[in-house]
C-alpha cells in the first residue's frame, strides 16, 4: 500500500516508517478514541468464531481475526495490531485479542496464520510469536522481516522530528497544535520502544508455504492457499473445508475501498478472487475488513476491479495523462466507504500505472 501507507497501518515494526512521513500529514491527525467495547465476537458454529472490531471506527481496531477451537489447542487467522496510540495511550491490541481468546476457552493458542505483512493483521506477532508458531507465506516473512529491519533504522530520527516539532510549537503557544504534537511524540516514542524491544527472528512467521498448506486438526480441515499477486505479493487465503468458511484476508474487504499494496497488483487480484470462489462458491466469506458476506459480495469486490480497470484503459486510449484520469473516473457508490475518495483517487491512478505496463 503505498497507496496503503496512508490508509493501513503496517506489522508493528512497519508502523513507525508512517508516522515518519512529511509534518504536513502528521498536522492531519487527530487523536481518534477506541470504541467502548474493542471487539464484537461473531460465533460460526460450535468450533469457529471470528471476533470483528467494534465501534464506529473500526478501520483502526484491526481486520476480522478468525479463531478455531480444536482439541490440539486454537488456531487463529490474524494478529490485529502489537499496540495502537489512543487518548494518550497504549492500547494492547495483539493482548486484548488475546483476552477474548480465553473467554471462549481455556485452550492454548498453538498457531497464528498472517494472512498478508500489514500490520493490522500482523503486527501482533511479538505478543503471539512468545508461545505460538507464526505462519505464513514466505513473501509475507520477508516482508515482515525488512518491516522490523527499518523500523529499527527509522524509529530514532521520528522520535527526534516529533521532538523538534513539538519545540516549535511551544513556542507559538497554541494548546490545541501542542496537545497534538505531544500526541505524536508519545506515539513515536512508543514505536521506538517497540522497534528497541522486537526480536524479529522470533517475532516473525517460522513456519512458511509456497502454494498450500492443510492443518489437519481434531474437527476441522484447515488448507492455506496462495494463488500469486493480489492485495499483497504474499497473501493467504484460509479455507475451513468442514466448516464451508473462506477467511480472505485483505483480498476481500466487504463494502470497503481495497487498499492496493504496491506489491500486488489488480489484474492479478481478480483472478485470485475467482480462484478463492472456486474453492467453495457457496462459503460464507470472511472478509479482512467488513461484514461477513457471501459469493456476491465478493464478486461486488471484482466489479470494482474490472470496472476501474475499464475505465481507466478508455481514458488512456483517449490521450489522457495519469492526472487526468485520476480526475475523470469516478465510482460514486466507494467514495462513502472506509477509505474514501482518497484512498480510491490512489487506486485509480494505481490502475492506470498497471494498465499502461500491460500496454507496452
Not at 500500500?1 to 490508509?7: D, F, G, I, R, T
Request: aromatic share 8%; proline share 5%; net charge neutral.
Amino acid at each position: 500500500m503505498h497507496n496503503l501507507v496512508s490508509a493501513f497501518r503496517l506489522p508493528l515494526a512497519v508502523v513507525v516508517i508512517l508516522l515518519i512521513g512529511s509534518t504536513g500529514a502528521a498536522q492531519l491527525r487527530r487523536p481518534v478514541p477506541m470504541p467502548p467495547n474493542l471487539f464484537n465476537v461473531i460465533k460460526l458454529n460450535e468450533h469457529l468464531y471470528i471476533i470483528a472490531p467494534s465501534g464506529p471506527d473500526t478501520s483502526n481496531v484491526g481486520g476480522n481475526i478468525g479463531v478455531c477451537i480444536a482439541d490440539e489447542g486454537v488456531l487463529l487467522v490474524d494478529a490485529n495490531y502489537n499496540l495502537d496510540w489512543r487518548n494518550g495511550q497504549a492500547v494492547p491490541m495483539a493482548q486484548s485479542v488475546i483476552n477474548e481468546v480465553k473467554k471462549l476457552t481455556p485452550k492454548p493458542i498453538r498457531w497464528v496464520i498472517n494472512t498478508h505483512h500489514h500490520g493490522d493483521h500482523s503486527g501482533g506477532d511479538p505478543v503471539f510469536g512468545a508461545f505460538a508458531t507464526i505462519v505464513s507465506h514466505k513473501n509475507a516473512r520477508e516482508r515482515i522481516l525488512a518491516g522490523f529491519e527499518n523500523a529499527a533504522k527509522n524509529a530514532p530520527a521520528a522520535v527526534k522530528r516529533a521532538e523538534d516539532e513539538l519545540a516549535a510549537v511551544k513556542k507559538a503557544n497554541d494548546a490545541v497544535k501542542i496537545s497534538d504534537a505531544q500526541d505524536r511524540l508519545s506515539l513515536a516514542q512508543m514505536n521506538l520502544k517497540m522497534a528497541q524491544t522486537t526480536e524479529p527472528k522470533k517475532s516473525a512467521p517460522t513456519l512458511l508455504y509456497e502454494t498450500e498448506m492443510v492443518f489437519a486438526l481434531s474437527n476441522e480441515e484447515v488448507h492455506l492457499y496462495h494463488f500469486g499477486k493480489a492485495h499483497t505479493d504474499g497473501d493467504t487465503l484460509v479455507f475451513f473445508k468442514n466448516s464451508n468458511v473462506i477467511q480472505w484476508g485483505d483480498t476481500f474487504s466487504s463494502n470497503w475501498v481495497p487498499a492496493m499494496d504496491a506489491s500486488g497488483n489488480s489484474f492479478d487480484w481478480v483472478d485470485w478472487l475467482d480462484k478463492g470462489l472456486a474453492i467453495s462458491p457457496s462459503a460464507t466469506m470472511v472478509p479482512g475488513h467488513g461484514q461477513i458476506g457471501k459469493q456476491a459480495d465478493v464478486m461486488k469486490l471484482r466489479a470494482f476491479f474490472t470496472t476501474l480497470q475499464a475505465a481507466v484503459a478508455k481514458e488512456i486510449a483517449a490521450g489522457k495523462t495519469r492526472d487526468q484520469v485520476m480526475d475523470a473516473v469516478k465510482l460514486t457508490e466507494y467514495e462513502n466507504y472506509p477509505g474514501g475518495a482518497v484512498r480510491l483517487r490512489g487506486n485509480i491512478g494505481t490502475i492506470y500505472d498497471q494498465v499502461k505496463a500491460r500496454q507496452q
